[in-house]
């Protein structure tokens, strides 16, 4: 259940789970995948309106993005980069059979020290890690992600949502470091390799971006009343 963020999404995403599967309704469960993912990005991604999204970052100060505010938080920057990095390689590479969008380019501009989904690290390596990145870059890659990810699935046939992931594809995540050989991060494979695209749309790029935008809204808050932190 989600207290700070995304009020009605979790309905939205049940009448998702219940047609995406169903031929005659392929198109129906696209649009209704669109409209949650577009509450989940700026609305800049395609000038809508204000949403809660944006009034998350709108105001954040620099600092704010590296503070990790308990001992079992992370950090917003270490979220954005999370969330940003899973739906970049499940949508790019193991939806679309195409490329992450992530490559030196975007990492000298973030100037992140890691290209994997974060998922293996430490308290200390988050830290440091949520020090050194450009938030506004991060960001823009993130809302380069989601417009990529909306042309994909727009694009989607009800055989792509039957489809198995691709054993090649996830080759290719592991050999291009989106994961590491550290059990907290390798496991990933085996999760997403276990799905069809249908069981993919309803988890990275949806579900896990609720629930990680519902920490952010809830660090925020803790950090904006609270005067003592775990890491900062």
């Given at each position: 259940?989600?207290k700070?963020?995304?009020?009605?999404?979790?309905e939205?995403?049940?009448?998702?789970?219940?047609i995406?599967?169903?031929?005659?309704?392929?198109?129906?469960?696209?649009?209704?995948?669109?409209?949650?993912?577009?509450?989940?990005?700026?609305?800049?991604?395609?000038?809508?309106?204000?949403?809660?999204?944006?009034?998350l970052?709108?105001?954040?100060?620099?600092?704010?993005?590296a503070v990790?505010?308990?001992?079992?938080?992370?950090?917003?920057?270490?979220v954005?980069?999370?969330?940003?990095?899973?739906?970049?390689?499940?949508?790019?590479i193991?939806?679309?059979?195409?490329?992450?969008?992530?490559?030196?380019?975007?990492?000298?501009?973030?100037?992140?020290?890691?290209?994997?989904?974060?998922?293996?690290?430490?308290?200390?390596?988050i830290?440091?890690?949520?020090?050194?990145?450009?938030?506004k870059?991060?960001?823009?890659?993130?809302?380069?992600?989601?417009?990529?990810?909306?042309?994909?699935?727009?694009?989607?046939?009800?055989?792509?949502?039957?489809?198995?992931?691709?054993?090649?594809?996830?080759?290719?995540?592991?050999?291009?470091?989106?994961?590491?050989?550290?059990?907290?991060?390798?496991?990933?494979?085996?999760?997403?390799?276990?799905?069809?695209?249908?069981?993919?749309?309803?988890?990275?790029?949806?579900?896990?971006?609720?629930?990680?935008?519902?920490?952010?809204?809830k660090?925020?808050?803790?950090?904006?009343?609270?005067?003592k932190f775990?890491?900062?």
């Amino acid at each position: 259940m989600m207290k700070y963020f995304g009020e009605g999404l979790s309905e939205e995403h049940k009448a998702l789970n219940q047609i995406i599967r169903k031929k005659q309704r392929t198109e129906e469960a696209k649009k209704v995948f669109l409209d949650i993912h577009k509450q989940l990005h700026l609305s800049n991604i395609k000038e809508r309106e204000e949403n809660e999204v944006d009034r998350l970052f709108s105001d954040l100060k620099p600092w704010e993005y590296a503070v990790m505010p308990g001992k079992d938080d992370e950090t917003i920057a270490w979220v954005v980069w999370h969330i940003a990095r899973i739906e970049d390689l499940t949508m790019g590479i193991l939806t679309g059979r195409g490329n992450q969008l992530f490559d030196e380019e975007w990492r000298r501009r973030i100037d992140s020290p890691i290209k994997d989904t974060g998922n293996a690290m430490t308290d200390e390596e988050i830290m440091v890690f949520s020090r050194q990145v450009n938030c506004k870059e991060l960001l823009n890659y993130r809302m380069a992600v989601g417009e990529r990810t909306r042309e994909i699935v727009s694009q989607l046939t009800f055989e792509d949502m039957k489809r198995d992931v691709n054993e090649a594809d996830l080759i290719k995540i592991r050999e291009e470091g989106g994961v590491t050989s550290q059990k907290d991060s390798v496991w990933l494979l085996e999760f997403w390799g276990s799905k069809d695209i249908a069981g993919l749309l309803l988890m990275p790029p949806t579900r896990h971006v609720m629930l990680h935008l519902n920490d952010c809204c809830k660090w925020k808050e803790k950090i904006r009343t609270r005067t003592k932190f775990f890491l900062i």
